[in-house]
């Protein structure tokens, strides 16, 4: 579609190694890693938790919603380096970019997706530009965070699932897929570059994957939904 531009490479196309988008690595370099963007994601929540005047409706809000789903947005000024969520998003017109510079350009593109469901995304301090359309608000995440109950079954086409956290590590299946529609993608970060993927597939039929609990995060699409048998 016109809005979208650029076409996210992570969608579902061809076969192994193809699920992340990123011309130039997505600041593979490691420098803009989850650690450093914990500390900016947490440095945000605490900029909204110093005003401590016991408002505690407000800093919900503000907690809820870092930025808006539609903009284009300057890292530092604008949007913070960090972890960030968005959720909720129906029929892959959700799409997000991070760029190395304001020119709009191809080349400008380090990483990018179409998302149905949720996305989680780590903007490193040394990005220039972060892009949203039709994604519903972003709200930024500790990508350390542990805690609550992680399920033992997830929606295939759900987008991406924090393990540890949204889901439990373990062996899932996915049955009755069609077409080599049904997509997986094993991640240790959320920076979506091709470093990023431990290992991917594009499947028809049955789907299994062992998911640790090394991983970060899990990422899957197009396929009929997983349940955990081990």
Same mark, same amino acid.
């Given at each position: 579609m016109g809005m979208k531009g650029k076409i996210a490479l992570g969608a579902v196309v061809g076969i192994v190694v193809i699920g992340a988008v990123s011309?130039?690595?997505?600041?593979?370099? @490691?420098?803009?890693?989850?650690?450093?963007? *914990?500390? *900016? +994601?947490?440095?945000? *929540?605490?900029?909204?938790?110093?005003?401590?005047?016991?408002?505690?409706? #407000?800093? !919900?809000?503000?907690?809820e919603s870092a930025f808006g789903g539609?903009? #284009?947005?300057?890292?530092?000024?604008?949007?913070?380096?960090? =972890?960030?969520?968005?959720?909720?998003?129906t029929d892959a017109m959700c799409y997000w970019e991070r760029a190395k510079d304001a020119k709009g350009e191809f080349e400008s593109?380090?990483?990018n997706d179409n998302v149905t469901g949720?996305?989680?995304? !780590?903007?490193?301090?040394?990005?220039?530009?972060?892009? *949203?359309? @039709?994604c519903s608000d972003w709200e930024a995440v500790d990508?350390?965070?542990k805690?609550?109950?992680? +399920? !033992? #079954?997830?929606? @295939?086409?759900?987008?991406?699932?924090?393990?540890?956290?949204?889901?439990a590590p373990g062996t899932y299946t996915s049955s009755g897929n069609t077409d080599d529609m049904c997509y997986w993608e094993r991640d240790k970060d959320a920076e979506h570059g091709l470093e990023s993927i431990?290992?991917?597939?594009?499947?028809? @039929?049955?789907?299994?994957? !062992?998911? =640790?609990a090394s991983d970060a995060y899990f990422?899957?699409?197009?396929c009929q939904d997983w349940k955990k048998t081990a």
């Amino acid at each position: 579609m016109g809005m979208k531009g650029k076409i996210a490479l992570g969608a579902v196309v061809g076969i192994v190694v193809i699920g992340a988008v990123s011309v130039s690595g997505g600041g593979d370099d @490691g420098s803009g890693g989850d650690k450093g963007s *914990s500390a *900016s +994601a947490e440095g945000a *929540s605490g900029d909204q938790k110093e005003s401590g005047s016991g408002d505690a409706a #407000e800093e !919900t809000e503000k907690k809820e919603s870092a930025f808006g789903g539609d903009g #284009e947005y300057q890292i530092g000024s604008d949007v913070p380096a960090g =972890t960030y969520r968005t959720s909720g998003n129906t029929d892959a017109m959700c799409y997000w970019e991070r760029a190395k510079d304001a020119k709009g350009e191809f080349e400008s593109i380090l990483a990018n997706d179409n998302v149905t469901g949720t996305s989680y995304v !780590t903007i490193p301090a040394s990005d220039k530009i972060f892009k *949203s359309s @039709g994604c519903s608000d972003w709200e930024a995440v500790d990508p350390d965070a542990k805690g609550g109950t992680p +399920a !033992t #079954e997830m929606a @295939g086409d759900g987008g991406m699932f924090k393990v540890g956290v949204d889901i439990a590590p373990g062996t899932y299946t996915s049955s009755g897929n069609t077409d080599d529609m049904c997509y997986w993608e094993r991640d240790k970060d959320a920076e979506h570059g091709l470093e990023s993927i431990i290992a991917n597939n594009n499947v028809s @039929g049955s789907a299994i994957v !062992t998911i =640790t609990a090394s991983d970060a995060y899990f990422k899957t699409s197009g396929c009929q939904d997983w349940k955990k048998t081990a």
